[in-house]
Nanobody, 119 residues
Framework: QVQLVESGGGLVQAGGSLRLSCAAS????????MGWFRQAPGKEREFVSA???????YYIGSVKGRFTISRDNDKNTVYLQMNSLKPEDTAVYYC?????????????WGKGTLVTVSS
């Protein structure tokens, strides 16, 4: 029903910035909550950020003030602007879509994009 494709990952030095993009298929994009999750090697996937259909944004504490989630409904795209990156941000980042802007509210997932932050 919903296909998600992430892009924008790569290698960046600590303190640098990256912008992740997630392109979604379908005309129902505007009513979905969207989120970003990440999974570091050997760890479980964790919630990073989400944005509701109405534009309310949520973040885990470790990224507040550094990451910004946004969405462009005209382009069916959600973004994660990541500034002041730290080595501990290194992970595969996954885009998700669902009915609730929360960790347990996502039903559809992209395949992920790797972010590597070097020290």
């Amino acid at each position: 029903q919903v296909q998600l494709v992430e892009s924008g990952g790569g290698l960046v030095q600590a303190g640098g910035s990256l912008r992740l993009s997630c392109a979604a298929s379908g005309r129902t994009f505007s009513i979905y909550a969207m989120g970003w999750f990440r999974q570091a090697p050997g760890k479980e996937r964790e919630f990073v950020s989400a944005i509701s259909a109405s534009g309310s944004a949520y973040y885990i504490g470790s990224v507040k003030g550094r990451f910004t989630i946004s969405r462009d409904n005209d382009k069916n795209t959600v973004y994660l602007q990541m500034n002041s990156l730290k080595p501990e941000d290194t992970a595969v980042y996954y885009c998700a879509a669902g009915w609730k802007a929360a960790a347990d509210g996502m039903d559809y997932w992209g395949k992920g994009t790797l972010v590597t932050v070097s020290s």
